[in-house]
């Protein structure tokens, strides 16, 4: 089969060919039809990812076929399209995960091959209304946006969200998620096409936190938010703590703009503010993602697709950070 293998760090992504995989038991093989890009991987092409273990076969998000199941799987698995659950062991506590989680893609082999062997209970059915490049792009980003804002935030209809960096693959299913569940969304980008963009999806307004003072511009507009999702950190994350709502909850689950700065400790204990830190998902979170993307119909937005052999391409266009929703690569046909 085909491969993308990333020999040790700093390495360029090669395709190769490797032995197809085969199932043990409680194990399946995907024929993998699309799979797409998180930063994890370019994090682990550089090395700076907490698991080390080179050479690798890098992506956690694919959808495909099931073409094999090992001893002790129903056989009715054969021949369904589905969506890998890239996580395994969590552990028992549902508040955080194990010291033994992995996430598909390293140390395991992952979706940048042709086929890839799962855990059988790690398998979701497709939801019909989705491609096989839009159910690719569902794993990681959807799960973290899941899990962030309505597992830990509990985000319910009616309240208002702030989802920073509009543009990105988490923050988009924020956005589409939160929307579908009936909140008022509002959104921050760095460009005011995405912002356009965002509100397309329905999001009801934004603004460019390049502009001076953006977040007293923003709470002079709409007052404070019950809600906020971010994934950058740095000094944005003092305007959430300001924009909050008394009772409010910031959920964050990534810091692409470094340490976060000063904030008054008074504005957290006198408005009663949660924060909540937060990274993938369990298996339920997973399973009640799919479940709400199923019953509400949502669409991931898919910036663009790749030939599986242009990889390295793909993760250089995800480093320039241009896009707009999630980049996937078609695998197999």
């Known amino acids: 089969m085909k491969a993308i293998y990333l020999e040790a760090v700093n390495s360029p992504f090669v395709l190769i060919e490797k032995d197809k995989p085969t ?10 039809k699309a799979a797409a890009l998180n930063h ?13 273990d080179y050479p690798a076969i890098l992506g956690s998000d694919g959808a495909g076929v099931v ?17 890998i659950d890239p996580s395994t062991d969590w552990g028992d506590n549902p508040h955080a995960h ?24 790690n398998l979701h059915r497709k939801p019909a209304h989705l491609s096989f490049e839009e159910a690719a792009a569902l794993p990681l ?10 597992t830990k935030c509990g985000l319910k209809a009616g ?30 980008s760095g460009s005011d096409d995405k912002i356009e963009k965002a509100k397309a999806l329905g999001a009801t307004g934004g603004i460019n936190y390049k502009q001076e003072n953006w977040g007293k511009t923003l709470k002079a507009l709409v007052g404070g938010f019950d809600v906020s999702i971010d994934g950058a950190a740095g000094e944005g994350f003092v305007q959430l703590v300001k924009l909050a709502k008394p009772g409010g909850r910031i959920g ?70 241009k896009q707009f929703g999630k980049i996937v690569v078609k695998v197999s046909q």
């Open 23 to 32: 199932a043990g038991p409680g194990e399946a093989i995907v024929q993998v």
């Open 40 to 52: 994890r991987d370019v994090w682990i092409q550089y090395g700076r990812y907490f698991t080390k």
């Open 67 to 83: 073409t094999e199941v090992g001893e002790g799987v129903d056989q009715s698995w054969l021949e369904q399209e589905v969506v």
């Open 98 to 121: 194990s010291n033994a989680y992995k996430v598909l893609g390293m140390p395991q082999d992952g979706t940048f091959a042709e086929y890839v062997k799962v855990l059988a209970s």
């Open 141 to 150: 980003a959807g799960v973290t946006a899941y899990r962030t804002m309505f």
């Open 159 to 188: 309240e208002r969200v702030l989802i920073t960096g509009a543009g990105g693959g988490v923050a988009l299913f924020a956005v589409q998620f939160a929307v579908a569940a009936g909140a008022e969304v509002w959104v921050t």
């Open 252 to 321: 964050i689950y990534g810091g692409t703009t470094g340490m976060i700065g000063q904030i008054n400790p008074a504005e957290l204990f006198w408005k009663q503010l949660a924060i909540h830190g937060s990274t993938m998902g369990t298996n339920q979170d997973f399973a009640d993602m799919m479940a709400f993307v199923e019953k509400t119909q949502v669409k991931p937005v898919v910036d663009i697709v790749f030939p599986l052999a242009e990889i390295e391409q793909a993760m250089r266009y995800m480093e320039a950070g």
